[in-house]
């Protein structure tokens, strides 16, 4: 397109501007736009140097240059804000806390097969807990279990959320916040069944309060960004979680599996893992960059 009039028998007094631009090319852009309206338009030197005007007919110089406003407008691109400094794996995973835990727990599942009344006397139980105040039984019973491939599958599972929660929080937290989150889970759980007598033992509710500290962690993560997110998306992480609690710790009645155990262990992780991220500050970005 040249600078020249589109339609150069018009009369010069007839035109008007439409629009005025710092470049040709701009100029040239926002009058092909008035041309696909089937508008008759040329482009000339502003009143500026570097500046372009596009004309148009005045009857037909209100309806382009409403278009041409509508135009920028859906054509402006919001600039992309940089992402905050992630604080996923600022800490170590915390091997050593790990393979104690797991020693704990094999330890004590020794004395368990030597000595069966350990069961009966540290399990989480509504009657104990609620009925006669033993207030230890919620924190106990996250280390006891029942068989051979019970210990196995919560060393398993417990290890590797562990060591993501030890990762974000830091071990010493993460590890305090796990063991928070499964005696609340126990302690909840002989509340709402009590005067029901319940028992349960097992680390399940702690590792599921792992999972829980996850998925409030990530919520906060999300919720910080600039970048603008639909509430789905910030919630991401809360519904990965529950999905695999679903799978993880899901059971048909009467299968023997404290299932409200493991949805309040949960529970209490993502409320720990929320304000444990809450009132944790993003790592400058420099502080990144020196590592």
């Known amino acids: 397109m040249s600078e020249q009039s589109i ?16 470049s040709l090319d701009d100029a040239h852009e926002h009058a092909l736009v008035a041309l696909a309206m089937g508008e008759a338009v040329r482009v000339e030197h502003g009143g500026g ?24 407008e859906e054509s402006r ?9 992630s604080n996923w794996g600022r800490h170590p995973a915390g091997v ?13 599942f020794r004395f368990q097969a030597e000595n069966p009344s350990i069961s009966d006397r540290f399990a989480s139980s509504s009657v104990g807990l609620i009925g006669r105040g033993e207030w230890w039984r919620p924190f106990t019973a996250l280390f006891l279990h029942g068989d051979g491939p019970h210990i196995v599958g919560n060393l398993a599972s417990g290890a ?5 929660v030890s ?18 889970g126990n302690a909840i759980t002989s509340w709402v069944t009590w005067p029901v007598p319940f028992s349960s033992l097992g680390a399940s509710t702690a590792v599921f309060g792992a999972l829980g500290i996850l998925s409030g962690i990530g919520i906060v ?28 710790g899901g059971a048909a009645p009467g299968a023997g599996v404290d299932v409200f ?21 993003p790592e400058p970005i420099e502080a990144l960059h020196r590592r």
């Open 7 to 22: 339609d150069p028998d018009q009369p010069e007094e007839s035109w008007v501007d439409v629009g005025s631009y710092g």
């Open 49 to 72: 140097p570097g500046e372009y005007d596009v004309q148009a007919e005045p009857v037909a110089a209100p309806k382009i240059s409403d278009e041409l406003v509508q135009y920028d």
């Open 77 to 85: 691109v919001e600039p992309v804000l940089p992402l905050l400094p």
């Open 96 to 108: 050593l806390h790990v393979l104690a835990w797991a020693a704990t727990l094999l330890v004590v």
């Open 160 to 164: 590797v959320f562990g060591m993501l």
């Open 167 to 184: 990762k974000s929080l830091g071990p010493w937290k993460g590890w305090a916040m796990i063991l928070l989150a499964g005696t609340a």
């Open 221 to 248: 993560e999300n919720f910080r960004e600039k970048v603008r997110m639909p509430w789905l998306r910030v919630l991401a992480p809360l519904l990965a979680g529950m999905v695999l609690l679903g799978w993880l």
């Open 261 to 281: 155990g493991h949805v309040f262990g949960f529970g209490g992780g993502v409320i720990a893992g929320f304000l444990c991220r809450l009132s944790d500050s």
